[in-house]
């Protein structure tokens, strides 16, 4: 028991920060320091790990749908809410291949991000450099009074 506790202090110890006593609002961690393609790297690495539980859920599904389709709707091969006490389990080339396509589709979701996100960046900077160009100067002449009285009788 005295064993137990002393590792759990010792984890407890250990596991926090050893800043306790200076103030944590101090630090400030700033973004434009790095390069815009650490950047769009960083953000396309949180999209994959983000978009792959889905992925390959859906993607599990759909091994095993097709599975369950390619040998006659058997079903010990159906699908994970279909399946049965005597399913049938995927052998380890098609575990592999249902990762390495999941992989891939999250892979494919950060690319069509990227994309997306540097389209609208080029589209800001398009429009940022409308904006400082100088409009152009339109110079009026003022009308004659020959020419009011011929745009008055145009105009009646």
């Given at each position: 028991m005295?064993?137990?506790?002393?590792?759990?202090?010792?984890?407890?110890?250990?596991?926090?920060?050893?800043?306790?006593?200076?103030?944590?609002?101090?630090?400030?961690?700033d973004m434009?320091?790095?390069?815009?393609?650490?950047?769009?790297?960083?953000r396309?690495?949180?999209i994959?790990?983000?978009a792959?539980?889905?992925?390959?859920?859906?993607?599990n599904?759909?091994?095993d749908?097709?599975?369950?389709?390619?040998?006659?709707?058997?079903?010990?091969?159906?699908?994970?809410?279909?399946?049965?006490a005597g399913?049938?389990e995927?052998?380890d080339?098609?575990?592999?291949?249902?990762?390495?396509?999941?992989?891939?589709?999250?892979?494919?979701?950060a690319?069509?991000?990227?994309?997306?996100?540097r389209?609208r960046r080029?589209?800001l900077?398009r429009q940022?450099?409308?904006?400082?160009?100088?409009?152009?100067?339109i110079?009026r002449?003022p009308?004659?009074a020959?020419d009011?009285?011929?745009?008055n009788?145009?105009?009646?």
């Amino acid at each position: 028991m005295i064993k137990k506790t002393g590792c759990f202090l010792l984890f407890i110890l250990f596991s926090f920060p050893s800043s306790w006593g200076q103030d944590m609002g101090s630090t400030y961690f700033d973004m434009s320091e790095f390069s815009q393609g650490a950047r769009d790297l960083r953000r396309g690495s949180i999209i994959a790990f983000g978009a792959y539980p889905i992925a390959y859920f859906l993607t599990n599904f759909g091994v095993d749908t097709f599975r369950w389709s390619d040998n006659s709707w058997d079903t010990r091969y159906a699908p994970w809410p279909f399946n049965s006490a005597g399913t049938i389990e995927k052998s380890d080339a098609e575990k592999v291949a249902t990762i390495g396509i999941a992989a891939g589709v999250s892979i494919v979701i950060a690319l069509v991000d990227h994309g997306i996100m540097r389209a609208r960046r080029n589209r800001l900077e398009r429009q940022r450099l409308e904006i400082q160009i100088d409009p152009p100067i339109i110079i009026r002449t003022p009308l004659h009074a020959e020419d009011m009285i011929n745009l008055n009788e145009e105009i009646e």
